[in-house]
């Protein structure tokens, strides 16, 4: 029976080991999400930031010419193309950052519950080790005894 708990106790911590990694990976894979959506904010702020600062360029002209207006109408056009386009990636950069964390959170409570199953298959392999050490201890006591009793 010991061996048996001795060879479970190996198999837990390979599998804790196992699991260990699997949080290692979600983790880092919430931190690069994170960073991605870090990323796509920032570059949200700075095309809504150039977008203003066009639209007052335009506003405070002295000397417009149509051309000058045209132009920079499409260049603000363009600039609200891109933080469409930069908004939709946020938000599939923030559904994938949820998304992530919940696999890491799903591989932490894995971790936990193997974590907990180690701790008491160690306690049972070590009250049958104590078991075994005091049948032990009786064996020799008794054996001691039945010597002297036979001397004696």
Known sequence: MKDNLK???????RLFQIRQTYVSVAEAGVKT???EVR?????????????????AGIAYL????????????????????QRKQIQQSL????TNLEQKRGEWTEAMRDQK???????RRLQQYEREADVEM???????????????????
């Open 134 to 152: 005091q049948k032990s201890q009786d064996d020799n006591t008794i054996a001691r005894y039945v010597r002297t009793r036979l001397k004696g």
């Open 7 to 13: 060879s479970g106790l190996k198999r837990l911590e």
């Open 62 to 81: 002295q000397t417009t010419t149509g051309q000058d207006l045209h132009t920079g109408e499409r260049y603000i056009e363009a600039l609200q193309v």
């Open 91 to 94: 938000e599939k950069a923030e």
């Open 33 to 35: 999400a994170e960073r």
């Open 39 to 55: 990323r796509l904010e920032a570059d949200e702020t700075k095309v809504t930031g150039n977008i203003q600062a066009t639209q």
């Open 113 to 119: 519950v193997i974590e907990r199953l180690q701790e």
